[in-house]
């Protein structure tokens, strides 16, 4: 059975690791960015230029290397798709956490239109406050 468009537009998020070139490809320029509370610089940003900056700026300081694992990727008919996976960071310090997540994305017009994140927090927290698990 094919892919449906939809997971290989997620799919393209994933394998390029993020690369700001193909993130401005395939986002919308009016993405909301739903990062959940508690998670480092959580919070809801509203724009693609927002997400870049404020939350990424944010974050990616803090840590020498950061990433996102896709795992397993499900479709819904209405335009919607569900990612679970893992991220990988090493802190500027050198302390590693690896956190699980869900990416809940939304499509509109061939595009990912908006992103709800659920991730295991705390691991991150600890990790950025020197804490070993």
Excluded: C
């Amino acid at each position: 059975m094919p892919e449906s468009p939809d997971i290989a537009l997620a799919r393209r998020l994933y394998e390029s690791h993020a690369d700001p070139a193909v993130m401005a490809q395939i986002m919308a320029p009016d993405l909301e960015w739903d990062i959940t509370p508690g998670f480092p610089f959580g919070g809801v940003y509203h724009g693609f230029d927002s997400m870049m900056n404020d939350f990424f700026g944010s974050l990616l300081p803090h840590f020498e290397s950061f990433g996102a694992q896709a795992e397993q990727y499900y479709a819904t008919d209405d335009g919607h798709v569900f990612v679970s996976g893992h991220y990988h960071g090493v802190t500027k310090d050198g302390q590693m956490a690896d956190a699980r997540f869900i990416h809940l994305w939304t499509i509109r017009d061939g595009k990912l239109a908006a992103l709800r994140q659920a991730a295991d927090s705390h691991v991150l927290q600890q990790a950025l406050n020197g804490a070993t698990r």
